[in-house]
Nanobody, 116 residues
Framework: QVQLVESGGGLVQAGGSLRLSCVAS????????MGWYRRAPGKERELVAV???????VYADSVKGRFTISRDNAKNTVDLQMNSLKPEDTAVYYC??????????WGQGTQVTVSS
């Protein structure tokens, strides 16, 4: 079992920045996939950004150029730097971890609220 603990959510005004962090309870290897998803009120959970083997990254179109995902395998962490936040970024953000052949793991979620 892998535990994921998120931190860094909060309330910010539009145009502001927040940094989310997630630490995993196991040693991360370069072939593991780590990422961030979000669920806005009344909507399905959606991908925000993921980083996988070789450092490749994928971003949702809605956050490209504003959000940056980074990982530190030595510290078992994945961070999400969020700049130029918009009210539509308001959601619960979830850390996700996957290793090939194993199940998906999710964090408990952290609330991000962007006021206009």
């Amino acid at each position: 079992q892998v535990q994921l603990v998120e931190s860094g959510g909060g309330l910010v005004q539009a145009g502001g920045s927040l940094r989310l962090s997630c630490v995993a309870s196991r040693s991360i290897v370069s072939t593991d996939t780590m990422g961030w998803y979000r669920r806005a009120p009344g909507k399905e959970r959606e991908l925000v950004a993921v980083t996988s083997s070789g450092g490749s990254t994928v971003y949702a179109d809605s956050v490209k150029g504003r959000f940056t995902i980074s990982r530190d395998n030595a510290k078992n962490t994945v961070d999400l730097q969020m700049n130029s936040l918009k009210p539509e970024d308001t959601a619960v953000y979830y850390c996700n971890y996957r290793r090939w052949g194993e199940k998906n793991y999710w964090g408990q979620g952290t609330q991000v609220t962007v006021s206009s």
